[in-house]
């Protein structure tokens, strides 16, 4: 789908998106939050399914959003509740107790999902050079298939692009996934604009070169 | 309307009129950010006019909220249209808005979606801020409610609560885990529960229904810990709640069960070896002495030694039934003045120069029923103690009197000495427990007095403190009279135990005891005195004979086969003949003193005996036996 270069010109782009993430994560939380560098991957639904693995009963939840435009598609973050209670727990202090936590557990998320996924998007649509149009977060809590089948249906015909990220807050490490789900246009402008992004960067490596 | 502000053509879209009226804040911004609407609800609640908020841009208008959440989600939408939620639960720095309800200055709970909207020059941004406090005081509330029953318990309780995630991560405990283990909740938060107890590393042992370990608690001091654990789900997640509880002392006071059940075994066999022996004893002491009654020359020397050997055997039972607690005892009245005077004499030698023992006057006429050796024996472990507790020397008090409850005598030993912690205190008068360096003391001292005591109906006590002393008390039956009201066999005194044998008239005797040896012995020993004697091998039989003939004295083995033994056959005896005297013979018995008066006057012997035992005991049973009832 894409070659290495463009590969690599993915990750990069996605890259700048997360620790934008996580410098606003760490704004929100008035701690550092370091964000391990994400691999991009593009997987079937079903690969996507297994990439978040574990058992398949094992509790998640996931904040995702729809976007429209010259791109659109949907976004998802998920972590494992176990691990999100953490996250929550991370961001809001040390004082309260697990069933306080719990009760807000889905306030927290939706909008650590909502910084995460907003973050990654604009990287995107600062890239494509246009703007994007995106719905309030939601949030979803249930198994990987509960929750795919509620916002990554099987008769999509776009790609996932799938990410895993590890974020580190206060000495606690929360991993989770981003997925992007975009549609068949919004991948073709992805393309093109990575073939300039890349032409671009080629280009100043044969004038550095040149002189 | 009337504002001219609200109603500026900047903003045509919106109709301000309806915007004023919303129970809630709206604030617009233009793609210069530039504040363009913030009604009327802003207005009240952030304490600035419309006149000065519209035209300012966010930032200069509220310093506070400089680079915050909410203007980069300003920033965010103007830039790439995204919107975004904000939730008072996450972030601290959005609007500083107060309640001005007139009643509270409290601080407005919000919870803000920024979106981007159209203004009539383009691009805008429209921030809607909701009014959360009421639903987050409902939220407390309730939230209080729920976990103050909780609380409540988990708090107070002295065993340790920790809940702890599906991955073993600690997200509670209570202050009794705090002071357990000598942590703090807020530290421990997070951490892995194998930081607190090494043997969940093995995260399956989650959710076992028991799981006993040796646990490392504050200090570095281990303790025996057993946990049970409980597990629920929270948002689908699963936790489990840890009780851990410190069962040291259970563990402890079983194995302490235990080495008392194996005392009590030894004891029993102890025992019962030494009845058996006595048995023995007391065949060759009967036969010794008639070898030595009737012949002379080098058969009686030999006789004598027999006796003599017979008699060191006898030394030899009686410790061993005083280690088994099964000594016989011979309840005498004992008057306390003359006790605590011998018991001064008796010790002085072995208190030492550095040791003063007063006692003060003891009311005359107080006296207790207790065996007299076993009194003294009791008392020299006492004042023994008492001289170990005050290795530097000190004073030994020894007071006693009536009291304190009616009807009993207290004689107390106390001395100036180190004293006991409460768990020394506690263990003191367990068998084998000793402070004292090996080979200084066997450890049965304070539980042969107890025993002696709880033997004798009465009890024993201690009290003390470290630095402050031990006083030990023996509480026992007292008596009123100078005469025993109960059974006696030297109430003559000691003094009389050597005299010559009293003159006894020709009797009616039954003899009745199941060993053939004994009780030929026995019987040989009555043979010289005239006396008309018969013979039985246990209480059935010796009823039968009783049915059929009078007789003046029973002479009886405690222990009997056929499920009757001596006490309960002098019992039935005294129905037919109130008047019968009664000799209770005795290896050993482990009666209560109490079942014994059931027979009513009744004289003790201990075997083995001698002939001249065995009449002063008949002549004691004699003089009290009941009067005639005309």
Same mark, same amino acid.
């Given at each position: 789908?894409?070659?290495?270069?463009?590969?690599?010109?993915?990750?990069?782009?996605?890259?700048?998106?997360?620790?934008?993430?996580?410098?606003?994560?760490?704004?929100?939380?008035?701690?550092?939050?370091?964000?391990?560098?994400?691999?991009?991957?593009?997987?079937?639904?079903?690969?996507?399914?297994?990439?978040?693995?574990?058992?398949?009963?094992?509790?998640?939840?996931?904040?995702?959003?729809?976007?429209?435009?010259?791109?659109?598609?949907?976004?998802?973050?998920?972590?494992?509740?176990?691990?999100?209670?953490?996250?929550?727990?991370?961001?809001?202090?040390?004082?309260?107790?697990?069933?306080?936590?719990?009760?807000?557990?889905?306030?927290?998320?939706?909008?650590?999902?909502?910084?995460?996924?907003?973050?990654?998007?604009?990287?995107?649509?600062?890239?494509?050079?246009?703007?994007?149009?995106?719905?309030?977060?939601?949030?979803?809590?249930?198994?990987?298939?509960?929750?795919?089948?509620?916002?990554?249906?099987?008769?999509?015909?776009?790609?996932?692009?799938?990410?895993?990220?590890?974020?580190?807050?206060?000495?606690?490490?929360?991993?989770?996934?981003?997925?992007?789900?975009?549609?068949?246009?919004?991948?073709?402008?992805?393309?093109?604009?990575?073939?300039?992004?890349?032409?671009?960067?080629?280009?100043?490596?044969?004038?550095?070169?040149?002189? | 309307?009337?504002?001219?502000?609200?109603?500026?053509?900047?903003?045509?879209?919106?109709?301000?009129?309806?915007?004023?009226?919303?129970?809630?804040?709206?604030?617009?911004?233009?793609?210069?950010?530039?504040?363009?609407?913030?009604?009327?609800?802003?207005?009240?609640?952030?304490?600035?006019?419309?006149?000065?908020?519209?035209?300012?841009?966010?930032?200069?208008?509220?310093?506070?909220?400089?680079?915050?959440?909410?203007?980069?989600?300003?920033?965010?939408?103007?830039?790439?249209?995204?919107?975004?939620?904000?939730?008072?639960?996450?972030?601290?720095?959005?609007?500083?808005?107060?309640?001005?309800?007139?009643?509270?200055?409290?601080?407005?709970?919000?919870?803000?979606?920024?979106?981007?909207?159209?203004?009539?020059?383009?691009?805008?941004?429209?921030?809607?801020?909701?009014?959360?406090?009421?639903?987050?005081?409902?939220?407390?509330?309730?939230?209080?409610?729920?976990?103050?029953?909780?609380?409540?318990?988990?708090?107070?309780?002295?065993?340790?609560?920790?809940?702890?995630?599906?991955?073993?991560?600690?997200?509670?405990?209570?202050?009794?885990?705090?002071?357990?283990?000598?942590?703090?909740?807020?530290?421990?938060?997070?951490?892995?529960?194998?930081?607190?107890?090494?043997?969940?590393?093995?995260?399956?042992?989650?959710?076992?229904?028991?799981?006993?370990?040796?646990?490392?608690?504050?200090?570095?001091?281990?303790?025996?810990?057993?946990?049970?654990?409980?597990?629920?789900?929270?948002?689908?997640?699963?936790?489990?709640?840890?009780?851990?509880?410190?069962?040291?002392?259970?563990?402890?006071?079983?194995?302490?069960?235990?080495?008392?059940?194996?005392?009590?075994?030894?004891?029993?066999?102890?025992?019962?070896?030494?009845?058996?022996?006595?048995?023995?004893?007391?065949?060759?002491?009967?036969?010794?002495?008639?070898?030595?009654?009737?012949?002379?020359?080098?058969?009686?020397?030999?006789?004598?030694?027999?006796?003599?050997?017979?008699?060191?055997?006898?030394?030899?039972?009686?410790?061993?039934?005083?280690?088994?607690?099964?000594?016989?005892?011979?309840?005498?009245?004992?008057?306390?003045?003359?006790?605590?005077?011998?018991?001064?004499?008796?010790?002085?030698?072995?208190?030492?120069?550095?040791?003063?023992?007063?006692?003060?006057?003891?009311?005359?006429?107080?006296?207790?029923?207790?065996?007299?050796?076993?009194?003294?024996?009791?008392? #020299?472990? +006492?004042?023994?103690? %008492?001289?170990? &507790?005050?290795?530097? @020397? !000190?004073?030994?008090?020894?007071?006693?009197? =009536? $009291?304190?409850?009616?009807?009993?005598?207290?004689?107390?030993?106390?001395?100036?000495?180190?004293?006991?912690?409460?768990?020394?205190?506690?263990?003191?008068?367990?068998?084998?427990?000793?402070?004292?360096?090996?080979?200084?003391?066997?450890? #049965?001292? +304070?539980?042969?007095? %107890?025993?002696? &005591?709880?033997?004798? @109906? !009465?009890?024993?006590?201690?009290?003390?403190? =470290? $630095?402050?002393?031990?006083?030990?008390?023996?509480?026992?039956?007292?008596?009123?009279?100078?005469?025993?009201?109960?059974?006696?066999?030297?109430?003559?005194?000691?003094?009389?135990?050597?005299?010559?044998?009293?003159?006894?008239?020709?009797?009616?005797? +039954?003899?009745?005891?199941?060993?053939?040896?004994?009780?030929? @012995?026995?019987?040989?020993?009555?043979?010289?005195?005239?006396?008309?004697?018969?013979?039985?091998?246990?209480?059935?039989?010796?009823?039968?004979?009783?049915?059929?003939?009078?007789?003046?004295?029973?002479?009886?083995?405690?222990?009997?086969?056929?499920?009757?033994?001596?006490?309960?056959?002098?019992?039935?005896?005294?129905?037919?003949?109130?008047?019968?005297?009664?000799?209770?013979?005795?290896?050993?018995?482990?009666?209560?003193?109490?079942?014994?008066?059931?027979?009513?006057?009744?004289?003790?012997?201990?075997?083995?005996?001698?002939?001249?035992?065995?009449?002063?005991?008949?002549?004691?049973?004699?003089?009290?036996?009941?009067?005639?009832?005309?």
């Amino acid at each position: 789908m894409f070659d290495a270069l463009e590969q690599d010109a993915v990750t990069e782009l996605l890259n700048v998106a997360v620790s934008r993430s996580a410098a606003a994560l760490s704004r929100m939380v008035g701690k550092p939050v370091a964000m391990s560098v994400p691999n991009v991957r593009i997987l079937s639904r079903a690969e996507a399914l297994n990439a978040i693995g574990g058992n398949r009963n094992t509790p998640l939840i996931a904040v995702g959003e729809q976007f429209s435009g010259p791109f659109s598609g949907r976004a998802l973050l998920v972590f494992p509740e176990a691990r999100s209670l953490h996250l929550v727990q991370a961001i809001v202090g040390d004082q309260l107790t697990l069933e306080e936590i719990a009760d807000l557990e889905e306030d927290a998320m939706t909008e650590v999902g909502n910084v995460i996924l907003n973050n990654c998007l604009s990287g995107i649509a600062n890239m494509l050079g246009c703007r994007i149009e995106a719905t309030l977060p939601h949030c979803f809590q249930g198994g990987v298939e509960q929750i795919f089948k509620r916002t990554i249906r099987g008769d999509d015909d776009g790609v996932i692009l799938f990410m895993s990220i590890d974020f580190s807050i206060r000495d606690r490490d929360i991993g989770g996934f981003i997925i992007l789900l975009l549609d068949l246009n919004a991948m073709s402008n992805l393309r093109s604009a990575i073939a300039r992004y890349v032409d671009g960067v080629r280009r100043s490596l044969t004038d550095r070169e040149s002189p | 309307m009337s504002d001219p502000a609200a109603g500026s053509a900047a903003v045509p879209l919106v109709i301000p009129s309806v915007l004023d009226e919303l129970d809630m804040g709206v604030v617009i911004v233009d793609d210069a950010r530039r504040i363009v609407v913030w009604n009327t609800w802003m207005v009240r609640h952030s304490g600035i006019s419309r006149r000065t908020a519209i035209g300012a841009e966010l930032s200069a208008l509220l310093p506070a909220m400089a680079g915050g959440r909410v203007e980069l989600a300003v920033r965010d939408a103007l830039d790439t249209g995204l919107p975004a939620v904000i939730s008072h639960h996450v972030n601290h720095d959005l609007f500083p808005l107060l309640r001005g309800d007139g009643m509270t200055d409290e601080r407005v709970a919000q919870s803000i979606v920024v979106r981007p909207t159209r203004t009539g020059r383009g691009v805008g941004c429209l921030i809607q801020i909701y009014d959360q406090t009421a639903a987050v005081e409902r939220e407390r509330k309730l939230r209080a409610q729920r976990s103050a029953r909780y609380h409540a318990i988990v708090d107070a309780a002295r065993d340790c609560f920790v809940t702890v995630d599906e991955d073993g991560a600690i997200w509670s405990m209570n202050p009794a885990t705090e002071e357990r283990f000598g942590c703090s909740a807020a530290a421990m938060r997070g951490q892995p529960i194998a930081r607190l107890l090494p043997q969940l590393q093995d995260l399956p042992l989650l959710g076992e229904p028991l799981v006993p370990v040796r646990a490392v608690g504050a200090g570095g001091k281990a303790f025996d810990a057993e946990i049970s654990m409980g597990s629920w789900m929270n948002n689908g997640v699963r936790h489990f709640t840890l009780f851990i509880r410190d069962v040291t002392e259970r563990n402890l006071a079983a194995e302490n069960l235990r080495r008392t059940e194996r005392i009590q075994a030894l004891g029993e066999l102890t025992g019962g070896v030494a009845h058996e022996f006595n048995n023995l004893l007391m065949v060759i002491r009967a036969n010794a002495e008639m070898v030595l009654a009737h012949a002379g020359g080098e058969a009686a020397a030999h006789a004598a030694e027999i006796v003599q050997a017979v008699d060191r055997g006898r030394n030899l039972t009686d410790g061993l039934l005083s280690f088994a607690r099964r000594q016989p005892l011979n309840p005498v009245r004992v008057p306390l003045d003359a006790a605590v005077e011998d018991i001064q004499r008796l010790a002085a030698p072995l208190l030492g120069v550095a040791v003063e023992i007063a006692a003060p006057p003891i009311l005359a006429g107080a006296a207790v029923m207790a065996d007299r050796t076993q009194l003294q024996n009791a008392l #020299l472990n +006492l004042l023994i103690n %008492a001289r170990d &507790a005050m290795p530097d @020397g !000190g004073r030994i008090t020894i007071t006693a009197g =009536p $009291g304190p409850e009616p009807g009993q005598c207290h004689i107390a030993v106390a001395d100036t000495g180190t004293g006991m912690s409460p768990a020394i205190l506690e263990k003191a008068c367990e068998p084998f427990f000793t402070t004292k360096d090996q080979g200084k003391g066997t450890g #049965l001292g +304070l539980s042969m007095v %107890a025993g002696f &005591a709880r033997q004798s @109906g !009465g009890d024993f006590l201690l009290a003390s403190r =470290p $630095g402050a002393g031990t006083t030990a008390t023996i509480r026992l039956r007292g008596t009123s009279g100078d005469g025993p009201p109960g059974a006696a066999a030297d109430a003559d005194g000691a003094g009389k135990e050597d005299g010559p044998p009293p003159v006894l008239p020709p009797l009616r005797l +039954l003899v009745t005891e199941d060993d053939p040896q004994v009780r030929a @012995g026995v019987l040989a020993m009555l043979a010289q005195g005239g006396h008309r004697t018969a013979a039985a091998a246990d209480g059935p039989d010796a009823l039968d004979l009783m049915a059929d003939e009078d007789f003046d004295l029973l002479v009886t083995d405690i222990m009997l086969p056929r499920g009757m033994n001596g006490v309960a056959l002098a019992c039935e005896a005294r129905r037919m003949f109130p008047r019968l005297a009664v000799v209770l013979m005795s290896g050993y018995h482990g009666f209560d003193p109490a079942l014994l008066e059931a027979v009513g006057p009744a004289a003790i012997l201990r075997k083995p005996f001698t002939r001249t035992d065995l009449e002063r005991a008949m002549a004691a049973a004699l003089r009290q036996r009941p009067r005639s009832p005309a």
